[in-house]
């Protein structure tokens, strides 16, 4: 799926400071973070909504979102944990409930 | 709360058997009903989908599923696996309505291999 981009897609860390970009080219209103851990589903971190934020789970303040546009999303970690290694997947989907959600490639972090 | 639950944490089969994976959904009222497959180092496609309608559907790579209410489930199947069929298959379900609008919520996931 090269309507999704996501970059880097690789990435081993210290307790550094680095920043997960998306871009879709779909027109899609919604865009969407999921955290997959090894072995484990994909888990909803954060959702966008015409660039305004809606939904933010549980999820650790050293992950901040930014959302500079309807087109891309940004994903802000700093000092990363261990428990951070895992794959980001970015998605995106048309405005409204129940519609397709279209995922990128992932990002694969790994905390060394 | 919505959930799903996918009983079968792997499956193997042979290539050219049929295949059914299993999927039991909870959430009050009319959920929509997603499998989506990931292949390895790959991001989640879309298999199938379902929200009103015909309670079979019809989806990609020759599968189908048929969504049963009074059972909770959404089980796909396919008359004849391909080796390149293995992959990790997952339920999901999402609501349109209250808190958890927008949100999709997957399940653990069924590991199928397909024996050449």
């Known amino acids: 799926n090269t309507k999704i981009t996501q970059s880097p897609r690789y990435l081993i860390l210290g307790r550094a400071n680095k920043s997960l970009e998306c871009e879709q080219h779909?027109?899609?209103?919604?865009m969407y973070w999921y955290k997959q851990s090894a072995e484990k589903p994909p888990e909803l971190m954060f959702l966008y909504n015409l660039k305004q934020l809606i939904r933010n789970e549980t999820v650790p303040s050293r992950f901040i979102p930014e959302c500079p546009d309807s087109s891309k999303l940004l994903l802000h970690i700093s000092a990363v944990d261990p428990e951070d290694s895992a794959v980001y997947f970015c998605?995106?989907?048309?405005?409204?409930?129940?519609?397709?959600?279209?995922f990128g490639e992932g990002s694969r972090l790994i905390v060394v | 709360a919505q959930s799903v639950t996918q009983p079968d944490a792997r499956v193997t089969v042979s290539q050219g058997a049929s295949l059914q994976l299993r999927c039991k959904y909870s959430y009050s009222g009319t959920p929509y009903l997603f499998w989506y497959v990931q292949y390895p180092r790959q991001g989640l496609q879309l298999l199938l989908k379902?929200?009103?309608?015909?309670?079979v559907v019809q989806g990609v790579n020759g599968f189908e599923a048929e969504f049963s209410k009074s059972n909770s489930s959404f089980h796909p199947r396919k008359a004849s696996v391909h080796w390149s069929d293995s992959a990790v298959y997952f339920c999901?379900?999402?609501?349109?309505?209250?808190?958890?609008?927008?949100?999709?919520?997957f399940g653990h996931g069924t590991i199928l291999r397909v024996h050449p």
């Open positions: 998605a995106s989907s048309p405005q409204g409930a129940g519609n397709t959600l279209y």
């Open positions: 999901a379900v999402s609501s349109n309505t209250g808190a958890n609008t927008g949100k999709l919520t």
């Open positions: 379902y929200y009103s309608g015909d309670p």
């Open positions: 779909l027109g899609h209103n919604a």
